[in-house]
């Protein structure tokens, strides 16, 4: 608990906090990780699935992956973790979320200053048009087409070897140039770009908190390294930054 103290108090005077969150913080919600015990790296292997190639090459195998991904994802609901992050930044502490995870948990937890970097599973656009769409639902239709142009429908997420989408790389270089403290929760930290972002902040004096169930390739830069469950260390946080006057 003394721990908790401190990291609170570090939030506590610091000027921008930004978190970067990856898929540790929704396993929690019941949507299994890629690259944990049960992950999905188990069950499939990315190049097959999560690739341009492999959906052109087999778009009926590939969507009905993220059809049973989808309808996962509108069954889970935000854990105590999104709700904690949600709440520090009605408290004014947290300025921004940074997530690699492709849900929408964050938002539904309440957060409202999220940048995507590796897009929305609850999106689809055209490869052939500008068709875009936010889905409710999984598609009916395997493979979905384009109701403009009778195009294939892509899920809209970064696929390996896809770059992040310029609007998010903006924002978040616009948040790492302001941060002071970065909090880093349920990330594997071997993802680039995502992985270089703690990094940066550290090397341009800045605190590293991670909140994490294991060590991590993130965890030797760190000033707090809080090992655990995201959804039970972060309320304990925000407790702490109650009892200091927020």
């Known amino acids: 608990m003394e721990e908790i103290h401190r990291v609170a108090k570090l939030l506590y005077v610091s000027k921008y906090v930004i978190a970067l969150t990856g898929a540790g913080i929704s396993a929690e919600s019941g949507i299994p990780t890629f690259r944990g015990?049960?992950?999905?790296?188990?069950?499939?292997?990315?190049?097959?699935?999560?690739?341009?190639?492999?959906?052109?090459?087999?778009?009926?195998?590939?969507?009905?992956?993220?059809?049973?991904?989808?309808?996962?994802?509108?069954?889970?609901?935000?854990?105590?973790?999104?709700?904690?992050?949600?709440?520090?930044?009605?408290?004014?502490?947290?300025?921004?979320?940074?997530?690699?995870?492709?849900?929408?948990?964050?938002?539904?937890?309440?957060?409202?200053?999220?940048?995507?970097?590796?897009?929305?599973i609850l999106k689809v656009r055209c490869i052939g048009c500008r068709y875009e769409k936010k889905l409710n639902e999984p598609p009916t239709e395997i493979p979905p087409r384009c109701p403009e142009c009778g195009s294939l429908l892509r899920p809209g997420v970064v696929w390996f070897g896809e770059p992040i989408p310029p609007q998010a790389l903006r924002e978040t270089q616009i948040h790492m140039e302001k941060a002071d403290t970065i909090i880093v929760i349920g990330t594997s930290g071997v993802v680039y770009p995502a992985a270089a972002i703690p990094y940066i902040i550290r090397e341009r004096g800045g605190k590293v908190i991670e909140i994490n169930i294991s060590q991590t390739a993130i965890t030797p830069i760190t000033d707090y390294s809080l090992q655990g469950k995201a959804g039970e260390i972060l309320p304990l946080i925000v407790k702490a930054l109650e009892k200091l006057g927020y």
């Open 37 to 120: 015990k049960n992950g999905l790296w188990r069950k499939y292997r990315p190049e097959e699935l999560a690739t341009f190639q492999a959906f052109i090459r087999n778009p009926k195998l590939v969507w009905e992956w993220y059809a049973w991904r989808i309808s996962m994802v509108l069954n889970a609901k935000p854990n105590p973790a999104h709700k904690a992050l949600s709440k520090m930044e009605q408290m004014g502490i947290l300025k921004a979320i940074i997530t690699q995870n492709v849900d929408n948990l964050h938002e539904r937890a309440g957060s409202k200053n999220i940048v995507k970097l590796h897009g929305d």
